[in-house]
Structure formats: C-alpha cells, structure tokens
C-alpha cells in the first residue's frame, strides 16, 4: 500500500524534519514508491525534478501566462527534490519541458532561443509519455479526463495496413523530388474493392509524430473507420507551405489535376468518396479545396486552423464568409481547435465558424473543442475522432 496518498501528504512528514540526511531519505522513499511523474490529484499536477547540481528548476509550459513562460520549482531544503503544484482542467492534454539552470530572462529579448533551448530546457526524465519529434522532444501532461494518448504503433493485436513511399513532382507548383506517402487499409491486397481516399497534407507529419496511419488501423479493427486509402503529401519550406497552402488556386489544381490522377492510376480509390484534410495551415489547404469543389472533396477535415487576427489574416479571414454564401458545402465536416490556442488567431475565429456550420441541415457538422494548444500533441490526441467522422465505420451504423 502507497506511503503517501498525496504530494501534500509527503510534505507533511518531511517538513517538519531537521537533518538533511533524514529528508533525503524520505525523497528516496517517494522515488522509489513512485516511479512515473507529474502526480495528477484532481485538478492539479505536481512535478518534480531530482538531481544534484541545479541551481534553478521551472516548469516550461506555453499556457503560463508570462514571459518566460515558467513556473519556478520550491526546492527541498537539505535534498535534490525540486517542486511545484500547478493547477489544470480536469480534460488538459499538454507539452511542457522543465529549465533547469535557465537565465529566466524574456524570451522575448532573447538573441540566440537555440542555444537556450538545448542547453537549459529538456524533457521530464521522470514522464515516459512524450511527443518525439526531429526537432523536438516534449513531455506530455496528461490530466485525468484528457483524451487517451497512446503510442498507437505499439498497440497489440491490430492488424497493420501497408504504407508506400513515393516521390513526386509538380510542374503547377514547381517542386520536383517531395514525398507522397499512401496508406493501404489491411486486406487492400487481393480484395479488389474501390476505397474512400483521405488526402492529408503535411504528410512528413502525418507519417511521423501524428502516427496516422497506426490510428487508422486501430479505427479500422474496431469498426470505427472505413477502410480507406490515405494519401499523405509531404510539405515544403514554411515560406513554401505558406505560399502554397493559403487561398492557393495553384495547389488546388495541384490536388486535382496531379495529385489525384496519381492516386487513382496507383490504388483503386472510390471517387465519389474523397476527403481532404490537415492541421493549422494544412487545414486551411484543405479547405479551399472543399469550399472550391465540394463535389471531389465532399468531406472535410478541419484541426485548428488560423482564421483570424496575424500573417495572412486578410486571406483567413475571408474563410467564414465563403463558408456562408457558398451555395454547396462538403456533406461531412469535422472541425477543432485547442482551448489555449491564441484566443484571435484560433479560438474566436473557429467558434464563429462553428455558430455557421450548426445551423446547415445539408451537413453533417462534428466540432471538437480540445483541452490542449497548438501544437503536435493536440492535433494528434483529436485526430482518431476527425478520422471517424470523416469516414464513420459500421459501428456508428452510418457512411
């Protein structure tokens, strides 16, 4: 049975004790009985940090409201363990990393952030739940009524679709040598079936830490999903996916008049079953699309994009208006946004949308409002819900 029921009850017994040696031994009591960090009690999470040498700890998390945006951590007196209990709500999913030895100074003064990050920010050593990037590594908060976060590659008993790499071109957009990965659903072989076919943009993402495909097969097995063929397209430099990705009539013909045809030639795709969909900018991509030809793209999958106040806010701003008069809409749309998005640039912006969208009978409209903030974890944590409604499996008794 657990010594301690509470971090406030371990507190209770080291506190009042005066030798070092004594309160050390009580941290290594805790650290032994409790191996996985941050300690989630109702509405807050303690965490913990303990090595000898540091001189400063803080929790980093981008929701703390000042710059930097840390929380500093008590330290024990006469021990290695560093501290802090942090209030959350009970749904929050969140990346964090703790500063340990970080000049605490603004962020916003701060000449080289690079170097900072690498030699004074890391994830938790204490949390095995982590978001694991090529340019990143952050831990991740999961509090008690968050959407689950498996690693969805390492779930037993799921039969796995195939996954093709292809390389393309584009004489619309003038690239040569991108990506283009395709999904196939378990059982495509041999089956001879025509598939729904989801095009997702920021494919490089959607292969890697978003682990889409690993979602796919497990929405696939329990009926929750169509089998479907997925087609993930890799993006460009940021100025390219920019460029490329907002109110670009240019990557729409790209889309229909290359990218499909590709598709189609390599996989048996049902085209009276097509979907487009992506995060931030990418969902912006996806949404010219629909809005242009809902006919081809008749489903359509929105995870928080920007549509108001910042870079290209003329551009995104027009997006509600096109939603209003358009005179045919996608018949299926699923849109989402974190609640600690920036509040002009997501968060007011998508509930305006959404106020459009509930009150068309001609679509069938899913709107997802996340405990997270821009970033890879949320996206991931809302993209098995975006998937089922874009192709409802047997389970919800509906196409």
Do not use: C
Request: glycine share 6%; net charge neutral; charged share 25%.
């Amino acid at each position: 049975m657990p010594r301690w029921s509470s971090f406030d009850a371990f507190l209770d017994d080291v506190t009042p004790l005066e030798k070092a040696d004594e309160r050390q031994a009580l941290v290594d009591s805790l650290l032994r009985e409790r191996t996985q960090w941050p300690w989630v009690e109702a509405d807050r999470a303690t965490f913990i940090y303990s090595r000898p040498g540091a001189t400063s700890v803080a929790l980093n998390l981008d929701t703390i409201p000042r710059d930097p945006p840390f929380e500093p951590m008590q330290k024990l007196q006469g021990t290695s363990l560093w501290y802090v209990s942090y209030p959350f709500a009970s749904d929050d999913l969140l990346d964090y990393m703790l500063a340990v030895d970080d000049p605490m100074t603004p962020l916003a003064q701060e000449k080289d952030i690079v170097t900072r990050v690498t030699q004074h920010w890391q994830p938790d050593p204490l949390n095995p739940l982590r978001m694991t990037t090529a340019q990143t590594n952050v831990s991740v908060l999961r509090m008690n009524e968050a959407r689950p976060f498996p690693d969805w590659a390492t779930l037993r008993a799921v039969p796995r679709g195939r996954v093709f790499e292809h390389p393309i071109d584009s004489d619309t957009l003038n690239y040569r040598g991108r990506n283009l990965w395709v999904y196939t659903p378990p059982k495509y072989e041999g089956s001879g079936m025509a598939y729904p076919l989801i095009i997702m943009h920021d494919g490089q993402w959607a292969i890697g830490p978003l682990q889409l495909p690993s979602i796919a097969d497990a929405l696939i097995k329990h009926h929750r999903m169509l089998p479907a063929v997925i087609a993930m397209i890799q993006s460009g430099t940021a100025e390219e996916r920019n460029r490329e990705y907002i109110s670009s009539d240019k990557h729409y013909n790209f889309l229909v008049s290359e990218l499909m045809p590709f598709v189609q030639t390599h996989y048996r795709i049902d085209s009276n079953r097509v979907a487009v969909g992506g995060v931030a900018v990418g969902a912006v991509a996806a949404a010219y699309a629909a809005l242009k030809n809902p006919a081809v793209f008749s489903r359509l999958m929105m995870i928080s994009p920007p549509l108001g106040k910042g870079e290209f806010s003329e551009e995104l701003r027009e997006y509600s208006k096109r939603f209003t008069e358009a005179e045919v809409l996608p018949k299926r749309i699923f849109q989402s946004v974190g609640r600690y998005e920036a509040k002009l640039r997501f968060l007011r912006p998508a509930n305006s949308l959404r106020m459009i969208l509930e009150g068309l009978k001609s679509v069938e409209y899913k709107f997802v409002e996340t405990g997270s903030g821009h970033g890879l974890v949320g996206f991931r944590s809302v993209l098995p819900e975006a998937l089922a409604w874009m192709l409802p499996g047997d389970a919800f008794n509906s196409r």
